[in-house]
């Protein structure tokens, strides 16, 4: 698929044509966390992505719309110099791998609508991923173990150290050898803190959410508004006292393994608040810097999809420092990979509210099979928009919230006075 190009004053502009007549791009991108995670910011006014890129002549940054779905992909480059055709293939490659566009992926998705009538009816299927393999590896390392708003804040966290670290041109500044704080293993105790925590934010009245930590002004429009216009979206202009704050300000772009891979590991973690995961992240970076481990090579592998394929990633992944069948499963999932479903504590809680059956981590894959074996190879895209759907009806539509609501959309949080008053807010506003 060739890209059309223009140049509008300073302003590049690159159209990348979509063959699937379902393709809305609001539902490519908000359809699974990666989207929320930094360096990613979903504009819910304009319904455009934001965030930066790299090319081989340096970084960019840009902005990836749709004037209306199955339209062209429009992506907006602000540059005072003209770009290569070099670097006009890298851009464009790596929006067509976020969004998943290809022969390829049509293919799929067609498959999946055949048997999915839901899917169908609604355009969905297709799963927002990252630029690079190497980003998704190590967001998925940041999705083990620990609470939803930690999992963005560290994201964020990386995003900020990447500045510094583009800037220096000695790595050794940042190689302080800091003592790496011990990290215990999560208990269930340590949610129910996180949303006592929360629930502190919020107090009686009839604004929804104001504290001194947390402002959010009036909003205009229903979570569930369908169009997409600066008239229907939620005030933006926001920020978390805990960290997690509005994309407006300036964050760098997601580390590349070359930047990480100089680190100290006990460093980064105190820098980042990363805990174990440090250690993880940074031998990841090393061994693609060192060659024992070549991400392109590992896609390559993906071609056709096959149950091969899939063992052989798998196993070299599994070869890794702290990739275990969770982490492992979710970057297949963001290579291709549909028909496993990583089982962790939320597929639990999900298959016991949702379908009412009693299972826990050993017996998940079961369950999984039991319920969604009928979709194969696809089964975790049913799953995930099953879930994802759950979610959407209790918190509003993920590309109506701004980001300031992303750590508050948790499963703890349906039972808590936070859930209740985003809940109460929506109601009131769609009598209007």
Not at 18 to 23: G, I, L, Q, R
Not at 284 to 301: F, T, W
Not at 314 to 334: H, I, K, W, Y
Request: charged share 25%; proline share 6%; hydrophobic share 35%.
């Amino acid at each position: 698929m060739e890209a059309a190009a223009k140049l509008v004053g300073e302003t590049l502009l690159l159209e990348i044509p979509v063959k699937d007549p379902s393709f809305d791009l609001a539902k490519a991108v908000c359809s699974h966390g990666l989207f929320m995670m930094a360096p990613n910011h979903w504009d819910p006014a304009s319904c455009t992505l934001q965030r930066p890129l790299r090319l081989p002549s340096g970084g960019v940054r840009v902005h990836i719309s749709q004037l209306r779905p199955s339209s062209p992909i429009v992506v907006s480059v602000a540059c005072s110099v003209s770009l290569s055709l070099e670097d006009k293939e890298a851009l464009l490659d790596q929006v067509r791998r976020m969004l998943r566009i290809s022969d390829e992926e049509d293919r799929i998705i067609q498959e999946f609508h055949r048997i999915h009538a839901d899917a169908r009816e609604k355009g969905l299927g297709r799963i927002f991923r990252s630029p690079t393999l190497f980003e998704d590896m190590v967001k998925c390392i940041l999705l083990c173990n620990c609470q939803w708003p930690r999992t963005l804040s560290m994201a964020r966290a990386l995003c900020e150290l990447q500045l510094p670290l583009k800037q220096c041109c000695n790595s050794e500044a940042f190689n302080p050898k800091t003592p790496q704080p011990k990290e215990k293993k999560r208990k269930t105790t340590k949610r129910k803190k996180v949303t006592i925590k929360l629930e502190t934010k919020f107090i009686d009245g009839a604004e929804l959410l104001e504290t001194a930590g947390l402002m959010i002004n009036h909003v205009t429009q229903p979570l569930d508004s369908q169009a997409c216009s600066p008239s229907q979206s939620f005030n933006d202009d926001l920020k978390f006292s805990d960290g997690v704050s509005c994309p407006h300000e300036a964050t760098g772009d997601f580390p590349t393994p070359e930047e990480l891979a100089t680190l100290d590991a006990a460093y980064l973690a105190n820098r980042c608040k990363l805990g174990y995961r440090a250690k993880r992240i940074v031998s990841l970076a090393r061994s693609i810097v060192n060659g024992n481990l070549q991400p392109r090579k590992l896609e390559e592998l993906c071609e056709g999809f096959s149950l091969s394929s899939y063992d052989s990633i798998d196993q070299q992944l599994s070869a890794l420092t702290g990739f275990g069948p969770f982490t492992r499963a979710n970057v297949l999932m963001c290579m291709g990979f549909y028909h496993r479903v990583p089982a962790d504590t939320e597929t639990v809680r999900h298959i016991r509210q949702f379908h009412g059956r009693n299972c826990d981590i050993d017996s998940a894959q079961k369950a999984i099979e039991a319920i969604y074996g009928k979709y194969a190879p696809f089964q975790f895209l049913a799953y995930w928009i099953e879930l994802w759907k759950f979610y959407e009806q209790r918190f509003g539509t993920w590309s109506k919230l701004p980001a300031s609501y992303y750590p508050l959309v948790t499963a703890s949080n349906m039972k808590s006075k936070i859930y209740k008053r985003l809940r109460v807010k929506k109601l009131e506003l769609e009598e209007q």
